[in-house]
């Protein structure tokens, strides 16, 4: 039986019930406590897009934007989120539509695998939202959040300027 | 697992006093790694993250006082001009994501010997705010860290906030890693000028049980330098400094670096810090005086 969480603060047991609005739409899901943010997304709610790479806050494949900022998933819990608003790369765009970030990256060459690409497009549009595309090096300080393994940092680099409108 | 999760500080501390072994989330960027990895399982967790008051701070007539919650990222967009130092050392945590979540609540709660915030916070004289249902104390930084990852907090205490003095004078904080980003310091140093007292702060990380202050180099240094007339620094001064800083840690051979390098890095960071701080000492003087 799965018992319902009063929304008030205090005690909460076994199982809770999260509200998220992930990628604009609201969703309501029951997790244990120690259900990582990642979790929920890719085992829950079937987007896995966000990768888990380390699941400790390392690599940066986990990335997704919480109320607009960047954080990695894997290092919050889903109950924390209560409320919030969380966007992963299903929802900036789509094959049809990609966002503009999404297509530099396939225009610029910025991946091998893929592996990283969902944190690094992730990432990326919220670099480029803090103002942080600047110059490259700007770019590289700002990514370091995010490692690929492909080592297609050239690639992701150019990608970023692009999306960020070039050399500003 | 209990999940706690009181909407006020008020409520906090009563889940705290009812419930000590229940482990405080901030930013969860430390408790989560450990949780991942099944090196810890509370029995309960308190989620601070819900509590506004704890990400607010406030400065008045030159003291701010830093809510335990507040996200590096806020420290570094708002809090540069006042509390220089320690906007320097939150530039340095982890990647933007880390910065983004990770607290100096939780880098207190840690206490990590390698913690960024620590030498900066001893440097600059920060008090810390620990709160009970059993009221509040301020725990002066230098009395706050006891051991490798042991803090001077009671069962049923937490951080409220961290106070500190706008910076009198400047501040500067360095670390040595093995890059540029997602580092842990191999070793770390922090020097804050305190002009109208002529005193010095400065304090070492990551070379020592504990983040502790280098006290006979704040002492030699602030005998030193000339307050009145500042004039550049000579070099014998800052090599003695540096010395004295190497000497006040006593680190320990690990994967991260060797004693020996430990206390030669130091030596370095310190002569480096001290002399940008001097510089910018001198040149506020020189626009002061034009
Ligand atoms: C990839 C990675 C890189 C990192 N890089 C750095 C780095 O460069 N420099 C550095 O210093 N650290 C680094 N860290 C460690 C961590 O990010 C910092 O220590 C951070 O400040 C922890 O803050 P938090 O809010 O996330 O803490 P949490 O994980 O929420 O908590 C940490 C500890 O503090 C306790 N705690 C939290 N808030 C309170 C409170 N208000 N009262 C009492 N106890 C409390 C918790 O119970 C826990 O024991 C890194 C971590 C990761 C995963
Ligand atoms: S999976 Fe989250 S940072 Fe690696
Ligand atoms: S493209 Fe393979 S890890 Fe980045």
């Known amino acids: 039986m799965i018992e319902v969480v009063p929304s008030e603060g205090g005690v909460v047991p076994a199982a809770v019930e999260v509200g998220l609005v992930v990628n604009g739409e609201a969703r309501r899901l029951v997790v244990e406590p120690r259900v990582t943010l990642l979790d929920a997304l890719r085992e829950r709610l079937g987007l896995t897009g966000a990768k888990k790479g380390c699941d400790h806050g390392e690599c940066g494949a986990c990335t997704v934007l919480v109320d607009d ?39 610029h060459d910025g991946m091998q695998c893929g592996m990283c690409t969902p944190g690094q497009v992730v990432s990326a549009v919220a670099l480029i939202a803090e103002g942080h595309a600047g110059s490259e090096d700007e770019i590289r300080e700002w990514m370091s959040g995010n490692l690929c393994r492909c080592a297609a940092y050239p690639g992701i680099v150019a990608a970023v300027r692009a999306a960020a409108g070039g050399a500003s | 697992m209990d999940f706690l999760r009181p909407n006020t500080f008020a409520e906090a501390l009563a889940l705290k006093a009812e419930q000590p072994d229940a482990v405080p989330i901030a930013g969860g960027t430390d408790v989560m790694v450990e949780l991942n990895f099944d090196h810890r399982r509370p029995p309960a967790l308190l989620d601070l993250t819900r509590i506004a008051e704890l990400r607010e701070w406030s400065a008045v007539d030159g003291k701010l006082r830093v809510g335990s919650g507040v996200p590096y990222a806020r420290i570094i967009e708002q809090l540069g001009g006042q509390l220089p130092g320690l906007a320097m050392a939150s530039r340095t945590v982890g990647s933007p994501q880390i910065r983004n979540r990770g607290t100096v609540g939780g880098n207190l709660g840690a206490a990590s010997p390698a913690g960024d ?36 907090l009671e069962p049923d205490e937490l951080i409220a906030a961290v106070h500190l003095n706008a ?37 070492v990380g990551s070379a020592a049980p504990t983040p502790r202050h280098a006290t006979a180099a704040e002492e030699f240094l602030a005998g030193e330098l000339d307050w009145d007339a500042p004039k550049p620094l000579l070099d014998s001064v800052k090599r003695r400094f540096g010395e004295l800083v190497a000497e006040a840690a006593s680190p320990i051979d690990d994967v991260r670096g060797s004693a020996a390098y430990r206390k030669h890095a130091l030596a370095v960071l310190a002569r480096r810090t001290l002399g940008w701080a001097w510089q910018d000492h001198l040149g506020k003087e020189t626009r002061e005086c034009a």
């Open chain 2, 167 to 203: 910076a009198p004078g400047p501040e500067q904080f360095a670390k040595v890693g093995t890059r540029n980003a997602m580092v842990i310091a191999v070793c770390s140093f922090a020097i804050a000028l305190h002009p109208a007292e002529k005193r010095v702060g400065a304090a």
């Open chain 1, 69 to 107: 900022r960047r954080i990695y998933s894997c290092t919050t819990l889903a109950v924390m989120q209560e409320g919030r608003r969380v966007t992963t790369v299903e929802g900036l765009g789509t094959p049809e539509s990609p966002h503009p970030v999404q297509a530099a990256f396939v225009e």
């Open chain 2, 117 to 152: 915030t620590h030498p900066v916070l001893l440097a600059g004289d920060a008090v810390i705010e620990a709160a009970s249902a059993r009221g509040t104390r301020m725990i002066p930084a230098a009395e706050f860290y006891l051991g490798v990852k042991r803090n001077a």
